[in-house]
């Protein structure tokens, strides 16, 4: 199966305002369908926020929106939750407020925001650090799965990938080697490091 409705979203530029507005409604409505509140209908925003915690429940929720429903499930705005700790994805119709289907990612995914292009025009690109090794990871948004790894970057944690205006590279940190690691995303291999200060 694959996810539609989200081309729109991952080719825009979405503002720290409109992200947030659009995460608060979609969490707001998920708790108030949990608590069987009923709702207004979804916000015309559209966002995309990571939510962290200190357990191995934490989440990464991601929403978009694609044209007004028209009864199909396609057309629907998806919200994305990465769970770390199963290291998986769950999907959820954001107008039924009903679960669609969690999938297998095999990756933990910390961290996607505003504030940091993670976009490529093809892939979501973040990062994590199974066993404390960092390696940088592209997910392809209609499959939801891990489609190019890029391992053994360093000792980790991580805390951040940003792919930069050219989109053909990266810059990740990898903390527990004191460096910030440039990739060439196309060929998959590191560009150059920059040596930093402690634990960057």
Request: glycine content about 10%; overall charge neutral; hydrophobic content about 40%.
């Amino acid at each position: 199966m694959f996810v539609s409705g989200t081309d729109w979203f991952l080719s825009s530029s979405v503002d720290r305002r409109t992200l947030l507005k659009g995460v608060s409604s979609a969490v707001l409505g998920l708790l108030g369908s949990a608590c069987g509140v009923s709702t207004p209908s979804a916000s015309s925003s559209v966002a995309g926020s990571s939510i962290a915690g200190s357990t191995p429940s934490e989440t990464n929720m991601a929403a978009a929106e694609s044209a007004p429903a028209s009864g199909s499930i396609d057309s629907q705005e998806t919200v994305y939750v990465f769970n770390v700790g199963s290291k998986d994805v769950t999907l959820i119709n954001a107008a039924s407020r009903q679960v669609r289907e969690t999938r297998p990612l095999g990756a933990s995914v910390r961290w996607l925001s505003n504030e940091q292009t993670y976009w490529d025009g093809g892939r979501i690109w973040t990062y994590d650090f199974p066993n404390n090794l960092v390696q940088a990871i592209a997910i392809d948004p209609k499959q939801v799965a891990v489609t190019k790894t890029i391992a053994g970057l360093g000792k980790g944690p991580g805390h951040s990938l940003v792919v930069l205006p050219d989109k053909k590279k990266a810059a990740i940190n990898v903390a527990g080697d004191n460096l910030i690691v440039f990739l060439d995303l196309e060929t998959g291999q590191v560009d150059s490091t920059l040596k930093t200060g402690a634990f960057p």
